[in-house]
């Protein structure tokens, strides 16, 4: 994986930088993730958020997650992006839409969270550990 890596929204107004590999990559397919993403699923890589450099504004919608904790979901406010997710009960640790990386190219997702509710119309792919909820170690988002 990466050493360091960057990214950012649409119109580039919002960019990041991180200096660490992630401490895990998941796509999420919690009804939550799937709303607001607009998509089947989500997926994400989590860092330690003091590792994390964030230029520009980015707002905060809060919303209570299917964890039943509050997720902070940041997102460019001049062109709406999804960029980054904030667990209320992981304050140490943001996860970032790995659509938005610069190059996704090294990106892998090692695992599904909340395949409980995952749309039947998502292949995944049968290789990864599958959770049908938030796993036992995970950043309840
Ligand atoms: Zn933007
Ligand atoms: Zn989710």
């Known amino acids: ?51 994390l450099k964030i230029n520009g504004e980015v707002r905060y919608f809060e919303v209570k997650g299917d964890s039943g904790k509050m997720v902070s979901r940041g997102f460019c406010p001049n062109c709406g992006s999804r960029l980054f997710s904030q667990p209320a009960a992981a304050p140490t640790m943001i996860g970032i839409m790995a659509g938005s990386l610069d190059d996704s190219g090294w990106y892998r997702p090692a695992m599904d969270f909340y395949t409980a509710s995952a749309q039947p119309w998502v292949c995944m792919d049968p290789a990864l550990p599958k959770f049908p909820k938030m796993p036992p170690m995970g950043p309840n988002r």
């Open 1 to 51: 994986m990466a050493r360091s890596f960057t990214g950012g929204c649409s119109c580039g107004s919002v960019r990041y930088e991180c200096s660490v590999d992630p401490l895990f990559t998941a796509n999420c397919h919690c009804r939550d993730c799937q709303r607001a993403s607009g998509g089947g699923f989500v997926s994400v890589l989590g860092v330690p958020r003091d590792a």
